[in-house]
Nanobody
Framework: QVQLVESGGGSVQAGGSLRLSCARS????????MAWFRQAPGKEREGLAT????????IYADSVEGRFTISRDNAKNTVYLQMNSLRPEDTAMYYC?????????????????????WGQGTQVTVSS
């Protein structure tokens, strides 16, 4: 079992930045896949980025590539999402997810069902 706890959400004006954190309850395996998703009211959960905990290899959704950066600090059992140039359409609940000892693949971002463990979410609100 893995518990995930997100933090760092808040309200920001368009063009601003936020950094989200996801703390894991235990250490990682090199082939664990960590991800960030978001869900706006009335919309499906959208995959944003994945990171392989061992190599640090990343995959991004087209909607956020170049603006968002996923990273990890294995010593702290924490994954981050740096979000820059935020837009009102980025307003959503942001979730951290984990899939253990599986590697990462781009199609994992297409279906939240690939991930076994989820945090409770952190709200991000971007005003114009």
């Amino acid at each position: 079992q893995v518990q995930l706890v997100e933090s760092g959400g808040g309200s920001v004006q368009a063009g601003g930045s936020l950094r989200l954190s996801c703390a894991r309850s235990r250490s990682t395996y090199p082939s664990d896949c960590m991800a960030w998703f978001r869900q706006a009211p009335g919309k499906e959960r959208e995959g944003l980025a994945t990171i392989l905990t061992g190599s640090g290899g990343t995959i991004y959704a087209d909607s956020v590539e170049g603006r968002f950066t996923i990273s990890r600090d294995n010593a702290k059992n924490t994954v981050y999402l740096q979000m820059n140039s935020l837009r009102p359409e980025d307003t959503a609940m942001y979730y951290c997810a984990a899939r253990l000892q599986s590697g990462c693949s781009s199609h994992y971002l297409e279906d939240p069902g690939w991930f076994n463990y989820w945090g409770q979410g952190t709200q991000v609100t971007v005003s114009s």
